[in-house]
């Protein structure tokens, strides 16, 4: 039972550790990336939207 209680206060203390050294981005930095990540997004929905509908209509014309 011990040892159990050591190896989480061990875990819990290595993660505090690591995240020490985590280098967090400022303000600007977490907006562009935020801006990154929403504009890829919108990319991907729009590129799938074209082709799920341009193989719809392909499949009308067969049917």
């Known amino acids: 039972m011990k040892r ?8 819990f203390s290595e993660s ?3 995240l ?7 303000r600007k930095e977490l907006t562009n990336y935020t801006l990154i990540v ?7 929905t729009i590129y799938f939207w074209v ?3 341009g193989i719809s ?3 009308e014309r067969i049917i």
């Open 4 to 11: 159990s209680f050591k190896s989480v206060f061990s875990f």
């Open 16 to 18: 505090w550790a690591e």
């Open 20 to 26: 020490k050294k985590v280098r967090w981005p400022n």
């Open 38 to 44: 929403l504009g890829t997004i919108a990319f991907v």
């Open 51 to 53: 082709l799920d509908i």
């Open 57 to 59: 209509a392909v499949i």
